[in-house]
């Protein structure tokens, strides 16, 4: 059973910064796809950004990739994503997925096959 339990959210000013984690368990981890999405009210989730965990190559959205950095520690099965300069069009559910296999690129959210409850990011101006 495989199990992701983000945490790191809340509520921040705008130009602020904001650490999400996201703790994986049930899985090797090895050799797989992880990343965080979001998703606001009305809109369709996204992704933020993704990193294929053997290589530790990661991709990210270019709407934040300039403030947002996805980084994991591989032994703890942790993923974490560093949020600076925050926006309230940041303002979202923010999840942690996962899928087996590698990835290459911000996969669609619906290929991702594993889910956390998510955790919300509330930025205000």
């Known amino acids: 059973q495989v199990q992701l339990v983000e945490s790191g959210g809340g509520s921040v000013q705008a130009g602020g910064s904001l650490r999400l984690s996201c703790a994986a368990s049930?899985?090797?981890?090895?050799?797989?796809?992880m990343g965080w999405f979001r998703q606001a009210p009305g809109k369709e989730r996204e992704g933020v950004a993704t990193?294929?965990?053997?290589?530790?190559?990661?991709y990210i959205n270019d709407s934040v990739k300039d403030r947002f950095t996805i980084s994991q520690d591989y032994a703890k099965k942790t993923l974490f994503l560093q949020m600076n300069s925050l926006k309230p069009e940041d303002t979202a559910m923010y999840y942690c997925?996962?899928?087996?296999?590698?990835?290459?690129?911000?996969?669609?959210?619906?290929?991702?096959?594993?889910w956390g409850k998510g955790t919300l990011v509330t930025i205000t101006s």
């Open positions: 049930g899985t090797t981890y090895s050799y797989g796809c």
């Open positions: 990193i294929f965990t053997d290589a530790g190559r990661a």
């Open positions: 997925a996962a899928r087996r296999g590698g990835c290459i690129g911000l996969p669609h959210y619906s290929v991702m096959q594993y």
